[in-house]
């Protein structure tokens, strides 16, 4: 079992930076592949970037290309998301998630366990 929690949303205004953070609990997070999503009320929710379990591979939905940057410390069980020049389309509530899967994925119907999601809101 493991539990995630997110942390580090927040109001920012267009052209500004978040970081966000996903501290997991138990022991194998390292043997987890993480991901972060986002959704906006009457859409589905969407990856927006992923993590191999060693940190060595990584995927990011092009919406979010060059302008996002996921990483991991195992040692900390934790994930990122370092979000720079945030447009307003970026709000949304974001997700963290862990897959049992070694290597990245895009698909949510792939990962295992969710954190309950913090609110990015980027103001024009």
């Known amino acids: 079992q493991v539990q995630l929690v997110e942390s580090g949303g927040g109001l920012v205004q267009a052209g500004g930076s978040l970081r966000l953070s996903c501290a997991a609990s138990g022991r194998t997070f390292s043997s987890y592949a993480m991901g972060w999503f986002r959704q906006v009320p009457g859409k589905e929710r969407e990856s927006v970037a992923a993590i191999s379990w060693s940190g060595g591979s990584t995927y990011y939905a092009d919406s979010v290309k060059g302008r996002f940057t996921i990483s991991r410390d195992n040692a900390k069980n934790t994930v990122y998301l370092q979000m720079n020049s945030l447009k307003p389309e970026d709000t949304a509530v974001y997700y963290c998630?862990?897959?049992?899967?070694?290597?990245?994925?895009?698909?949510?119907?792939?990962?295992?366990?969710w954190g309950q999601g913090t609110q990015v809101t980027v103001s024009s």
């Open positions: 998630a862990a897959t049992r899967r070694s290597t990245w994925s895009s698909l949510k119907y792939e990962y295992d366990y």
